[in-house]
Each structure stands twice: as C-alpha cells, then as structure tokens.
C-alpha cells in the first residue's frame, strides 16, 4: 500500500472517533511511559491502600461457577507446570521445580493468551485441589516476583480489571489464611488505585464495563458504600449507551453480548449478596439482555459467531439464560406459519419457517467509535435446516495481526456478496475499520408460511460505478430464495459466497446448461443450490438480457473452532463478470426425488459447458 493510501485509511479511521477518545489514548500511552521509564516514582504516586474486607463466603461469580463445569485447565495440570489456557497448553516452569523459576512473560505466546495467563481466572481449577491455597500462594508470590506495576501486558487496564475481580472472587477458597493473603490484600488496593486512574475511556465498550465492574466489586470488598455508588452511577450512564433499545450489546458480537451480560449478572448477584438494593436501570438491562440472547441462538442452541467472537460453552449459555428459554423450536413442522424477529437497533432479523432458520445481518458493522470486532459482513447470513447448521460465520481464530486476521474480517469469509475482490467496510490492522458500509432496511414482512426481507448496503461506493448491493431474504418451508441486485454502472466482478458448516461436501452436478450444486451435510437430507433464472444484466442503452455465464466455485478455506485453532471447510461461490445492474437469484432447498440420482463428478466449475479451471484455493495461511 503506498503512503497516500495508508494515510487516507489512517484518516478514514480516525473520522469516526470522539476527540475524548483521542485524548484519553494520549493519556493513557503518557501515563504507560511514566511507569516505563520512571517507575519508583509512578509506583509511588499511586496510593497503597489495603482492601480492608473481602466477599460474602456464598457469592461465587459467573467464572467460577463456569470452571466447576470441568472446562478449562486442571489443577494436575497446573502443578506440573502446564496450563491451557484458548485451548493452547504451554510450559509454565520445568519440571519438578515448582512456583520457582515460572516464565510469567511468555513472550512467544499470541497477545491474548498473555492476557489470559494474567487474568488468573484459571486459578478457579485451583479450588478442587485439596491443596489449591498452598498452589495459589506459590503462584502468586512468584507472579508478584516477575512483574512490574504498570509495565506490560499483565497491568495492561483491561487485564488488572479482570485480574482484581478473580483474586476477590477467590479470596475465601484460595485467599485468606494463606502465605499470600497480606499481599493479595495490599496488591488488590493497588489495583483500586491504578485502575482509577486509567478507565479505558479511549476505548470504550465491554473494556470500560469491565473497569467499573473491578472496582465496583473492590469497593464491595473494602465496603465503601460511597465509592461503590459512585462507580455504579458511572456504569448505569454507559449502560444508556451500550445496552441498545433491542437489547443488544452495541458492539454487535455476540459472543461480546453473552460476555457484558455475565459482568451485569455477577454485579446484580454481588449487590443483593451484600444487601445493597439492585438499580432498576441495571435490573431492566439484564433483562433485556438475557431477552436478546434468547431471540439470536440457534436452533442448536449455539451463539451466532457474528463479527468478532468464540464459541459460548452451552453450560455458559445456560447460565446466562437463567429462567429465560430460547424462543426458537429446533425442527419445527413444515406446515407451521412463518415467523419474523427484527432486533432493529441490533441489525439482526430472523426468519423461520418450516425447517428453516435464518439470521441475516442487515445492521452497521460497529458503533461508529468502536470498530475493535467489526467484521466486512453486511447482509450475511447464517442458516439452519432441521436444527443443523448449513451455513455458518467463519469466526475468529486471531486477534493477532496479519493474513488470518485480515482473512477472517473480510468479506469474502462471510455468506455475502463481494465485489471485484473488495471489502464492504474496510477493515484492517488487528482492530480497525476505515470506510465503513452503511445498511438501509428496506421491508420485512411475513404472511402466512413465508417471510421475505430486503436491506441494501453502500460498502462498494468507492469502486468505480458506485456499486449498491441489495439482498432479499425469501423464506417458506420449501426452502430459501436468495436474490441479489446489484447496481451502479461499468463491468464488475461478482461474487456470492456462501460458507458451508464444517463436515458439509459439496459437489457442481448436472447437465451443462442446468448446473447446480449437491450439499451433502454430515446428517440429514442433502440439499440443492440452483440458479432460479438465467442471470439478467442490463447495460446503458440495451433492453434487458439473459445469460449463462454464471460459475461454480468450490473453494477450500479455513473455519474457526476457537482461538488458534481452525479445520478444513467448503464456501460455495457463484461468479460472474457482468456490466451492471445485474440481479442472480439462487434457491437452495431439499434435494427433491427428481434430483435422486448421484450428482456427476464435476471436477472443474463451468460455465455454458466449457471446462474452466478449478475453483478452488485456499483463503487462510492457517
């Protein structure tokens, strides 16, 4: 990219930001400088406060109550020396040598599992050990040995947030009575103090709820009721901001959505633990968050991996949804009505009918301060047949910058369209979105047994021609009509890219002039994708035209199944090079008993019965 370029996306960037998230950035490096190169002096301009008291004995918090579902790292484990942490175990210290020569800095480790180790929510696996407090204790005071206050990812604002709210949650398993407990109390005042002095303003979203959330819960422990409602009154006016009117986390990932809503949970069980009344405000949001969380799961019961996310444990899920059971029916009965839930503010509609389940993407792509988990994904969607994934999200493997992670954020690793190779927001670094596409809903409508929704996004604006895509959604138990207009002017490249689920083998079949594609899914009914219409394309001047020089592609890529760790999957592709407007309807269905013969092996896409070259390439370096 030339320097030109790279400053205009530089630029694009920072258009979007509030000059308070400027200032706060600037900051919080100055302030991360004084504790680099001045550290005595900035240490001890912090105030060291004990925390004083500690959490009622029968308060347990939503991570603790998660890692007694036998998930995560063991204590065996964490005493010979390894631990597990995103599903990668790495040396902690050699063998037999104990708590004392523990590498805290992991340095060839990927940023968040840094993050992770520092965290110390592992140490949950502590508390089934009989000697779970002496492990800690040797831990701890090694960890205490190794950092430095303020330095590095273990004092990175985020991190001691989290860090502060683990070791109050562990105080009465792990904690009290043991070597480590006057330092756990004189290090948990430290962090009250650094964590008041640098709130994570630049960044906002779920990283301010989590710093209101530590000292919330450090105020509790050192019973400070002034401090405590302080603190609360600050997380009820971001609450107003972050909680949409829909429910929905305003960052747009829900995996971040089940992430926030746990932190208000653990809050609203910690007030009514020490008897101090639960704000409506903060009652009402939990509510609307636990009602949002119901309305996106799948019929599988599975969290949508909608922009930046991880698989949700179902015993998390389960957790989260408390007394609140998902509104979806797995399987429902072809002959049922057609159903349709518009999370407006949220930008997410889904359709069922039949055995269908469909979740579109019709909202922006991030709150325009906040692009960190932003995806190029405007109007994908994820769709389910008879409880059964068929068209999934890619996911997030990566937080770390390069090709993966620039990859995964791309359009072209959603079931969306994609024009002349290009981003429909334009995502880039590990955490930044330029250019960002901006969606219109234009009609939702359900009658009887079918739903149809239509929205249009702008995100190729910048090509030549101005490209506008617009999709229909139409939804009845015999299946899905996909129909894509996109308009502008000039010859463009168009791709529609559908991301089958792992385990799914597609195959290009049948007589030239009537290719389509055979999806076998690991169970259940195989389904047929098929042009409903030869592909129209109108040029500037000239009547309406047909043609069939659509092709199939099957391209292998990777699929996400958690941090680091990705398996092989298919993404179907349609592509044409057309002179716009153009519109191509496919239909996808259950493969009818006309279509009962075995598919003919198609080795090469075609297109009007010419062999062309495979389709096929893979996406991600993985």
């Known amino acids: 990219m030339?320097?030109?370029?790279?400053?205009?996306?530089?630029?694009?960037?920072?258009?979007t930001l509030r000059p308070a998230q400027v200032r706060s950035r600037l900051r919080l490096h100055a302030q991360r400088a004084?504790?680099?190169?001045?550290?005595?002096i900035a240490t001890a301009l912090l105030p060291h406060d004990h925390v004083s008291g500690c959490w009622p004995n029968d308060f347990t918090p939503f991570d603790g109550r998660i890692a007694r579902s036998d998930t995560g790292p063991t204590a065996d484990e964490i005493v010979r020396g390894h631990i597990t942490l995103l599903g990668a175990t790495r040396r902690l210290h050699?063998?037999?040598?104990?708590?004392v020569d523990v590498d805290w800095n992991q340095i060839h480790a990927p940023m968040l599992w840094r993050y992770h180790l520092h965290y110390w929510d592992w140490a949950w696996a502590l508390t089934r050990s009989d000697d779970g407090g002496q492990i800690f204790s040797g831990l701890y005071h090694s960890w205490r040995h190794a950092v430095r206050v303020g330095q590095g990812v273990a004092w990175a604002p985020y991190v001691a947030s989290l860090r502060a709210w683990t070791?109050?949650?562990?105080?009465?398993?792990?904690?009290r009575g043991t070597a480590a407990e006057d330092a756990v109390r004189a290090d948990l005042g430290l962090h009250r103090s650094f964590l008041r002095g640098h709130l994570e303003t630049d960044v906002g979203g779920n990283h301010l709820l989590k710093n209101y959330k530590a000292l919330i819960g450090l105020a509790v422990a050192d019973t400070d009721g002034l401090d405590r409602h302080r603190?609360?009154?600050a997380l009820l006016g971001q609450l107003e901001r972050q909680v949409l009117g829909d429910g929905g986390h305003y960052e747009r990932a829900p995996a971040y959505h089940c992430q926030v809503l746990a932190d208000l949970d653990d809050l609203a069980s910690l007030l009514r633990a020490v008897s101090v009344d639960v704000p409506a405000a903060l009652s009402e949001a939990i509510d609307r968050m636990r009602g949002w969380l119901a309305d996106v799961l799948g019929p599988d019961q599975a969290v949508p991996l909608l922009n930046d996310g991880y698989p949700v444990p179902q015993a998390a899920v389960d957790d989260l949804l408390g007394s609140s059971p998902s509104t979806t029916v797995p399987g429902s009965d072809p002959a049922d009505v057609a159903i349709c839930s518009l999370l407006a503010d949220s930008g997410l509609a889904v359709l069922r009918a039949g055995p269908w389940h469909l979740i579109a993407d019709v909202g922006s792509p991030c709150p325009d301060d906040l692009p960190a988990h932003?995806?190029?994904?405007?109007?994908?969607?994820?769709?389910w047949a008879d409880?059964?994934?068929?068209?999934?999200?890619?996911?997030?493997?990566t937080y770390e910058p390069g090709p993966i992670r620039d990859t995964e954020r791309s359009s072209a690793a959603h079931s969306t369209v994609v024009v002349d190779g290009s981003d429909s927001t334009e995502v880039w670094g590990a955490f930044r979105a330029g250019r960002r596409a901006r969606p219109e809903l234009i009609r939702l409508t359900c009658r009887n047994r079918e739903a149809t929704l239509t929205a249009s996004h702008d995100g190729y604006r910048h090509l030549p021609g101005r490209p506008m895509h617009q999709r229909t959604w139409q939804l009845d138990p015999a299946g899905l009509i996909l129909r894509d207009r996109i308009t502008g002017?000039?010859?463009?490249?168009?791709?529609?890219?559908?991301?089958l689920a792992p385990g799914t083998d597609a195959t290009v079949a049948g007589a030239p002039n009537d290719l389509h594609v055979v999806i076998a899914p690991p169970a259940g009914r195989e389904l047929v994708l098929r042009p409903t219409t030869p592909l129209r394309s109108r040029s500037a001047g000239r009547p309406e035209k047909t043609n069939q020089h659509g092709v199939w592609e099957l391209r292998k890529r990777r699929h996400a199944v958690g941090w680091q760790a990705t398996v092989s999957a298919c993404t179907v592709v349609y592509a044409t090079e057309a002179s716009l407007p153009v519109e191509i309807d496919l239909q996808i269905g259950y493969r009818a008993d006309t279509d009962a013969t075995p598919p003919r092996e198609v080795p090469t896409s075609r297109t009007e019965g010419r062999p062309q070259n495979p389709g096929t390439s893979n996406h991600s370096p993985v």
């Open 34 to 40: 004084a504790f680099t190169h001045a550290p005595r």
């Open 94 to 99: 050699p063998a037999g040598s104990g708590s």
């Open 387 to 397: 409880g059964r994934p068929v068209l999934v999200d890619t996911g997030t493997s």
């Open 374 to 383: 932003a995806h190029a994904d405007t109007l994908s969607f994820l769709l």
């Open 2 to 15: 030339t320097g030109p370029a790279r400053t205009g996306r530089y630029l694009r960037t920072l258009a």
């Open 231 to 233: 603190w609360i009154g």
């Open 489 to 499: 002017a000039g010859r463009h490249r168009v791709e529609i890219l559908l991301q």
């Open 167 to 175: 070791l109050c949650g562990l105080w009465h398993t792990l904690v």
